[in-house]
């Protein structure tokens, strides 16, 4: 089995992201990448014995101090006091998953050569992931813009024996678990700090996840609405090929197709109906579930970009000889897509969540909270009220972040974007969608009981057997959250994937 990854100039996807983060990879530069990387280092030595012109950030102060000339001996000095200053995080710690993402895009970034970083100290952010060894990064304090300065600070601390960390299960001090691998801090020189601490993967670190869940999301949403659509007796009709065709939109004909598959051979959706039309929440899947799935596709082309692009500053362009202060840790592509996509997975719970009340709603022949005894038992009620509060819960996420700018660093940065926020609050729409359409499988299955004998099509059958093994058949009022979790449990082992 392969066990390592080697950085280099090759891009980086997303199944490839997925793979290092479950699997227990390790990652090693390449001959390429260490080149570069060494290269570019030299470059910026050469430019700056052979000349005394200011260059941003690298012999000036920065933000609005970048008119501030610093010696030539306090050039480390300045970079290590960058990521002091900076790491001023605060709220709750993010996840270990996404700050192992935000050092292997961070790695990512550097390798390519164009930073003037040192070797030994994109080999110790290496050596940092291989030892799993995980600096404590909190959720508050980027901007979005000039980089994600604040969450990164707290992520290079531990290079320089400074901030805590996780390892082997406890929190530690960086500089006594370095001291225990007889590790030395690193020794920052010109340019460092600012090639760490400038650039994206704070939010590009949770945009490439919330990519790599939604997928899995995406595909359960349409399994989930095609169970629901079967258990409510619905009509396949609005799903046929040539009328979606006609509307000429991607992501409709997609979802369609797939759940004419997903239905194939159903018992119940071949037979005669007696209504003519079903609900919107039914019949407009194609429509609602296409439109998010076209705008994952957009989002997704911008993330990965993002996960292999240069984006701290100055950056440095040896082949033309040239420094550049520019902008490109501006968050403004991943702000708009994340918000994009916030606004697209809030609507696929929002029709999910219809689906589920549709189905407790006493018509078409399901009992009135889908329980044969309502009265002395309330049966699927609340949960439906647990769904209600997480979609309301996602709308409110959904406003975009991206139009919002508050000035900073005195008028330096007079516009920023807002995309950490984005970021954010994009993971907690991931979160609670997997909930909502949870909640949504728990009912549909529950509906489909009171359809027996009929039979729903052999792949969803199968699916509902593996269900059954770890979710029963509600008969009598339960304790509804110990299925509910259940629930979303059995919805990331189905997938082979896990949110964390």
Wanted: hydrophobic letters at 40%.
């Amino acid at each position: 089995m392969e066990t390592k990854h080697y950085i280099s100039t090759s891009e980086l996807s997303f199944d490839r992201v997925r793979e290092i983060l479950e699997g227990e990879y390790e990652l090693e530069l390449s001959q390429e990448a260490q080149d570069r990387i060494v290269y570019c280092r030299n470059y910026l030595n050469d430019k700056l014995k052979q000349s005394e012109n200011p260059i941003y950030g690298i012999n000036t102060g920065f933000g609005s101090l970048c008119n501030r000339s610093i010696s030539s001996e306090d050039l480390g000095k300045l970079q290590e006091n960058l990521v002091k200053s900076h790491a001023c995080g605060t709220g709750k710690e993010i996840s270990s998953t996404i700050v192992r993402l935000m050092m292997l895009l961070k790695i990512q970034a550097l390798s390519y050569g164009h930073s003037g970083v040192q070797l030994s100290t994109v080999q110790r952010l290496v050596d940092f992931f291989n030892a799993g060894i995980v600096p404590v990064v909190y959720e508050y304090g980027s901007l979005g813009a000039s980089g994600d300065l604040a969450p990164l600070a707290h992520m290079s601390l531990p290079l320089i024996g400074e901030g805590q960390v996780w390892y082997k299960g406890e929190k530690r001090h960086s500089g006594e678990v370095l001291q225990e691998l007889g590790w030395k801090p690193v020794r920052l020189m010109s340019k460092e700090g600012l090639a760490l601490l400038n650039g994206t993967q704070f939010m590009s670190a949770f945009a490439a996840w919330s990519v790599i869940q939604t997928r899995r999301l995406a595909r359960l949403a349409d399994m989930v609405a095609a169970l629901s659509l079967d258990a409510f007796d619905g009509r396949i009709e609005p799903f046929h090929d040539a009328v979606n065709r006609i509307r000429k939109q991607e992501g409709q004909i997609e979802t369609a197709r797939q759940i004419r598959n997903i239905l194939k051979d159903s018992e119940m959706i071949q037979r005669s109906k007696n209504h003519v039309q079903d609900p919107y929440s039914f019949r407009c899947v194609p429509q609602v579930h296409g439109a998010t799935r076209d705008t994952i596709q957009y989002a997704e082309g911008v993330i990965l970009r993002e996960i292999n692009a240069v984006t701290d500053n100055p950056t440095i362009l040896p082949g033309e000889d040239m420094i550049i202060s520019a902008g490109n840790f501006h968050g403004q592509p991943l702000a708009l897509a994340m918000d994009y996509m916030s606004i697209a997975l809030s609507e696929l719970g929002n029709i999910s969540e219809r689906r589920t009340y549709q189905l407790l709603s006493g018509k078409r022949g399901l009992p009135s909270f889908l329980i044969a005894n309502p009265g002395l038992n309330s049966g699927f009620m609340i949960p439906q009220y647990a769904s209600a509060s997480m979609v309301s819960r996602n709308k409110q996420l959904a406003a975009p972040a991206s139009v919002d700018s508050i000035e900073s660093s005195q008028g330096q940065e007079d516009h920023v974007s807002m995309g950490a926020n984005s970021a954010t609050k994009l993971y907690e729409v991931v979160l609670n969608l997997e909930r909502i359409l949870a909640i949504e499988l728990f009912n549909a299955a529950q509906a489909l009981e009171f359809r027996r004998p009929a039979k729903t099509s052999p792949y969803l059958e199968q699916w509902i057997s593996q269900y059954r093994h770890r979710v029963p058949f509600i008969r009598n009022d339960r304790v509804m959250y110990e299925h509910i979790n259940e629930t979303i449990a059995f919805l990331r082992q189905v997938d082979g994937q896990s949110l964390k």
